[in-house]
């Protein structure tokens, strides 16, 4: 089958969270099956640089902005995986993130600079023969390359399948009304069987509604948006999409992601040696300035400092843990008064607190080794990556009930002796804090916290069992599509 993946980041070029670690391994994974993938993504400065470049192929102009475009073809370093890198200087080549400017700022052109992603890939999907390669399936991941599903469907028959996955719901790529034709979508699409949202028009739904198959990233997440709770105002669409939404629990790259072979470790480890556990704890006290003491437990936290994420939750239910000569280990960015909020927690618990902003891979897995127990409370998670980091690394999990964090963590005091972790339910900081002092409890008693440890690290989280469901929803999308076009 011939996968064209579209995405906004994958590893190792571009990451600003989970979505670019699963593009990257489930391409991987599908390429070990004997799929024939591609990966189209921005080119965003500096991303040629750190690529061979093979070829270059000519796209022309495909959103009539007087700027031509054109694709670099190259592989993903370190992967068999090859990546079609879309070149438009003026919107991609440009100091910032990829979707913030250089203050935290949106692009303004955000809806030009994806709207060109989508367009590109449905102009590879429709006329590929210049490239040499036929595509079956174009799989578009979140609001950035959702538009693709949109302009194949308006462009008629003999298209390609597509596919969209909701990484998160919240990121809808809402837009004003008036930019309808700049991203030359036909005005009749706006309207509430086609891109408009609560008077303004959404990127995403452009997937929803027109995409063969839609999944998310997790079952529980794939029910909770169909909810009004959890939908945000999709709800209604995707319970009307019905079997044509589906949940696929995200895998990682249990290749990159095992602490026997980590390089960015000070020791490797396996469940047939946790104590070797010890030396990486020692190594990350060492590096973020905690005092070396091993009478109480590592807490980590890895991800975006939002709301979504229960930093909130975590900086109410936190103190009695660090009364308790807890010691806190945070890399992550995200929102300024929470950020305020933990600087302010490092300046009064020093050698016991630490935070570095930003995001540094190489530190990330340091913490998931270096850590006793591992912090993920949050209000919503799709899937979540670092829950099954952590449980991979030997580090019990402390989570909230909720999307992937449920599907993966098995609460040890409600499955005792099969447990993988500690769960809470209410979004409310005491129970977070009644999670966080359970685990700590059965960290005191090494035996009981080594079989946690155990159990979490015998969990299979790499992307085989994923893949061949995307295999199936692909074959699934290829039927659909070839049905309309009958």
Not at 253 to 262: C, G, I, K, Y
Request: aromatic content about 8%.
């Amino acid at each position: 089958m011939r996968i064209l993946q579209v995405a906004s980041e994958a590893v190792p070029l571009c990451k600003t969270g989970g979505l670019a670690d699963v593009v990257t391994a489930l391409s991987q994974a599908l390429l070990d099956g004997g799929d024939d993938v591609r990966v189209l993504l921005p080119a965003y400065r500096g991303l040629l640089e750190r690529v061979e470049i093979e070829r270059r192929f000519e796209l022309g102009d495909p959103l009539g902005l007087g700027v031509p475009a054109r694709i670099a073809c190259a592989t993903l370093p370190g992967t068999r995986v090859h990546a079609w890198l879309l070149q438009c200087d003026p919107l991609f080549d440009r100091a910032g993130g990829p979707y913030v400017d250089e203050q935290g700022r949106d692009w303004l052109d955000n809806h030009l600079r994806f709207a060109l992603l989508a367009r590109a890939a449905a102009t590879l999907a429709l006329a590929s023969a210049p490239m040499g390669w036929a595509v079956d399936v174009v799989h578009a991941h979140d609001w950035q390359s959702a538009l693709v599903a949109g302009y194949l469907a308006w462009w008629g028959r003999g298209r390609a399948a597509t596919v969209l996955t909701v990484h998160n719901l919240q990121f809808a790529g809402r837009f004003a009304p008036q930019l309808l034709g700049a991203i030359a979508a036909p005005p009749s699409s706006y309207a509430p069987a086609g891109l408009e949202f609560y008077g303004q028009i959404s990127l995403l739904k452009a997937g929803l509604v027109w995409a063969d198959r839609v999944t998310t990233v997790s079952p529980t997440y794939a029910d909770e948006i169909r909810t009004p709770e959890g939908g945000i105002g999709f709800d209604g669409l995707l319970r009307h999409r019905g079997a044509a939404v589906q949940g696929i629990l995200n895998g990682i790259d249990d290749r990159a992601w095992d602490p026997a072979t980590d390089a960015a470790l000070a020791q490797g480890y396996d469940a047939t040696r946790l104590g070797d556990k010890r030396v990486c704890r020692l190594a990350l006290q060492r590096e973020l300035g905690l005092h070396e003491q091993d009478d109480a437990p590592v807490l980590g936290l890895v991800g975006r400092l939002t709301w979504q994420k229960g930093i909130d939750l975590m900086l109410g239910g936190i103190d009695v843990a660090l009364a308790q000569g807890a010691q806190l280990a945070i890399l992550g960015s995200g929102e300024p008064e929470l950020e305020a909020a933990l600087a302010a927690r490092v300046a009064a618990n020093p050698g016991r607190v630490a935070l570095r902003r930003g995001y540094d891979e190489a530190l990330s897995h340091r913490i998931f080794a270096g850590a006793d127990l591992f912090l993920v409370p949050s209000r919503f998670e799709p899937c979540g990556l670092t829950q099954l980091y952590a449980m991979r690394y030997g580090t019990p999990p402390v989570v909230r009930r909720t999307g992937g964090l449920a599907d993966t963590v098995r609460d040890e005091d409600e499955h005792p002796g099969a447990g993988t972790g500690f769960v809470f339910d209410a979004p409310e900081p005491g129970a977070f804090a009644a999670a966080l002092q359970r685990a700590i409890t059965t960290w005191r008693d090494r035996p009981h916290h080594e079989a946690v440890q155990r159990r979490g690290m015998a969990g299979q989280f790499g992307w085989a069992r994923g893949a061949a469901a995307y295999r199936r929803v692909y074959e699934e999308a290829i039927a659909a599509a070839r049905a309309e076009s009958v």
